[in-house]
């Protein structure tokens, strides 16, 4: 199992960005997919998750209304479209699956939950 995050870049605050997450070795439709954050010094936090087979989302307080999560099953692309970016988004983020995770009300923002992981992609926003 493969995971590539990218579609990082620096952004001025109020901008946005589309991150994308391709998968090889596993479906989409078999695993939730989420993304996750983390800010120098800081723990990993869940951005977001969705699972395509029942079609549940779900996101962090801290950026609901702003990012939005969809998938592209067909090219096995999970993507997470980033606006009204704040200098505190800025981040490395990283995409992550699992086959058994649940993405609704508390569950699917755990870093521990998933197990295949990939590399991080660089969001720099600027005040």
């Known amino acids: 199992v493969q995971l590539q995050a990218f579609g990082g870049g620096l952004v001025q605050a109020g901008g946005s960005l589309r991150l994308s997450c391709a998968a090889s070795?596993?479906?989409?439709?078999?695993?939730?997919v989420a993304w996750f954050r983390q800010a120098p010094g800081k723990e990993r936090e869940g951005v977001s998750c969705?699972?395509?087979?029942?079609?549940?989302?779900n996101y962090a307080d801290s950026v609901k209304g702003r990012f939005t999560i969809s998938s592209d099953n067909a090219q096995n692309i999970v993507y997470l479209q980033m606006n009204g970016l704040k200098p505190e988004d800025t981040a490395v983020y990283y995409c992550?699956?699992?086959?058994?995770?649940?993405?609704?009300?508390?569950?699917?923002?755990?870093?521990?939950?998933?197990?295949?992981w990939g590399q991080g992609t660089q969001v720099t926003v600027s005040s």
């Open positions: 992550a699956a699992d086959r058994s995770v649940l993405c609704w009300d508390a569950y699917g923002l755990g870093p521990s939950d998933y197990a295949s």
């Open positions: 969705t699972r395509s087979y029942d079609g549940s989302i």
């Open positions: 070795g596993l479906s989409f439709d078999d695993y939730a």
